[in-house]
T-cell receptor, first 114, second 109 residues
Framework: NAGVTQTPKFRILKIGQSMTLQCAQDMNHNYMYWYRQDPGMGLKLIYYSVGAGITDKGEVPNGYNVSRSTTEDFPLRLELAAPSQTSVYFC?????????????FGPGTRLLVL | EDQVTQSPEALRLQEGESSSLNCSYTVSGLRGLFWYRQDPGKGPEFLFTLYSAGEEKEKERLKATLTKKESFLHITAPKPEDSATYLCAVRTNAGKSTFGDGTTLTVKP
């Protein structure tokens, strides 16, 4: 299993540009999440999904959009990039077995908006 | 509003010097409390999930405990390779999660 994969690893955007951060998992997990992490801080939840076709807002959804057309993929779309979106973005998925949840994170995408 | 506060912000230990990290939380409808380890430049690595007060889980030199207001991550006889940032997060029944800002642990040989 590749686990949770994210692309790209690093990207520089100009203000006002758009991009899609890709996330995929091959573990057949229903739950998937997008977080952002600013330097020296914990993670903030952007969006999450409990299954294909179902998404919901997290703590900081403004300026982002997601879709979940398949179990495997959960792309994050940035429209009209702003300097405040400079951050490291992590995608994660969760397995729930016997009531126990285990969460797996991708390696992250570092985004710089100039 | 759900809140998670971790203390201390940074902790420096000598190898073999046991200690504890604290995670205090307020949340409506706790589904689970999560502990992660994060190395610089990497994604968080899942350690434990705790679900109810009184629950304890162990993994190697780490032991996590949970009360109704806080969780502790006890580190017994730490080694330099235990140096990392340890993150705590709560997940609500609605599926939302809130993270603390982490405790950066440095273990000196």
């Amino acid at each position: 299993n590749a686990g949770v994969t994210q692309t790209p690893k690093f990207r520089i955007l100009k203000i006002g540009q758009s991009m899609t951060l890709q996330c995929a998992q091959d573990m057949n997990h229903n739950y998937m999440y997008w977080y952002r992490q600013d330097p020296g801080m914990g993670l903030k939840l952007i969006y999450y999904s409990v299954g294909a076709g179902i998404t919901d807002k997290g703590e900081v959804p403004n300026g982002y959009n997601v879709s979940r057309s398949t179990t495997e993929d959960f792309p994050l779309r940035l429209e009209l990039a702003a300097p405040s979106q400079t951050s490291v973005y992590f995608c994660a998925s969760s397995s729930i077995a016997g009531g126990e949840e285990t969460q797996y994170f991708g390696p992250g995408t570092r985004l710089l908006v100039l | 509003e759900d809140q998670v506060t971790q203390s201390p912000e940074a902790l420096r230990l000598q190898e073999g010097e046991s200690s504890s990290l604290n995670c205090s939380y307020t949340v409506s409808g706790l589904r689970g409390l999560f502990w992660y380890r994060q190395d610089p430049g990497k994604g968080p690595e899942f350690l434990f999930t705790l679900y109810s007060a009184g629950e304890e889980k162990e993994k190697e030199r780490l032991k996590a405990t949970l009360t109704k207001k806080e969780s502790f991550l006890h580190i017994t006889a730490p080694k330099p390779e235990d140096s990392a940032t340890y993150l705590c997060a709560v997940r609500t029944n609605a599926g939302k999660s809130t993270f603390g800002d982490g405790t950066t642990l440095t273990v000196k040989p």
